[in-house]
């Protein structure tokens, strides 16, 4: 199947600090990526659609000046968590689709100190 | 509010018995339907995905959908331990491409 990578796999952050996460589709070209979050024992989230060349979509109750999504490639989205918080550490997991199938990419676990 | 249903468990079956995972979904215009491994700590694995009433079989595993019933289930057969995890649900509202709805996730727990 298609390969989805992410980078880094964790980090750990200092609270109001900013950290970048990228997501890679490396066999294959994805026009859209998919941001999900996944807190302990919960399901995965929907966060944001990202559309290369064209602003991403937010879901409801996810702010956009926060997460900011950048998809500047066929093969490459990144998600920037600005001013980071403590509730913010999550696992944050990329994904896309390779004709019918959404393949997930390993997933950043993010933690903010 | 579109949601996916399912049984958090713990489900518990001994090494070569059949598991039984269900779900329920409630967008009755839901197209694709998709089960999930996760390993604690990993991210999610396609295991099978279903668009069509009936069954669909690869090796040890059995999708099956009721749309009817907007019920979709997975089984697993001779449980091996190593299938012991977390199993999510998802839905895709509508054509492929879009982002996926998931359930909570059923966790499968196999003894030797």
């Known amino acids: 199947g298609a390969v989805v990578s992410q980078h880094p796999s964790w980090v750990i952050c200092k609270s109001g600090t900013s950290v970048k996460i990228e997501c890679r589709s490396l066999?294959?070209?994805?026009?859209?990526m998919f941001w999900y979050r996944q807190f302990p024992k919960q399901s995965l989230m929907l966060m944001a659609t990202?559309?290369?060349?064209?602003?991403?979509?937010?879901e409801q109750g996810v702010e956009k000046d926060k997460f900011l999504i950048n998809h500047a490639s066929l093969t490459l989205s990144t998600l920037t968590v600005t001013s980071a918080h403590p509730e913010d550490s999550s696992f944050y997991i990329c994904?896309?689709?390779?004709?019918?199938?959404?393949?997930f990419g390993p997933g950043t676990r993010l933690t903010v100190t | 509010q579109k949601e996916v249903e399912q049984n958090s468990g713990p489900l518990s079956v001994p090494e070569g018995a059949i598991a039984s995972l269900n779900c329920t979904y409630s967008?009755?215009?839901?197209?694709?339907f998709f089960w999930y491994r996760q390993y604690s700590g990993k991210s999610p694995e396609l295991i099978m995905f279903?668009?069509?009433?009936g069954d669909k079989e690869d090796g040890r595993f059995t999708a099956q959908l009721n749309k009817a019933s907007q019920y979709v289930s997975l089984l697993i057969r001779d449980s091996q331990p190593s299938d012991s995890a977390t199993y999510l649900c998802?839905?895709?509202?509508?054509?492929?491409?879009?982002?996926?709805?998931f359930g909570k996730g059923t966790t499968l727990s196999v003894s030797s």
């Open positions: 994904s896309a689709n390779d004709r019918d199938e959404q393949y």
């Open positions: 066999d294959f070209q994805a026009t859209t």
């Open positions: 990202s559309n290369e060349g064209s602003k991403a979509t937010y």
């Open positions: 967008d009755r215009g839901s197209q694709s």
């Open positions: 279903i668009y069509s009433n």
């Open positions: 998802a839905v895709a509202p509508n054509q492929a491409g879009t982002a996926l709805i």
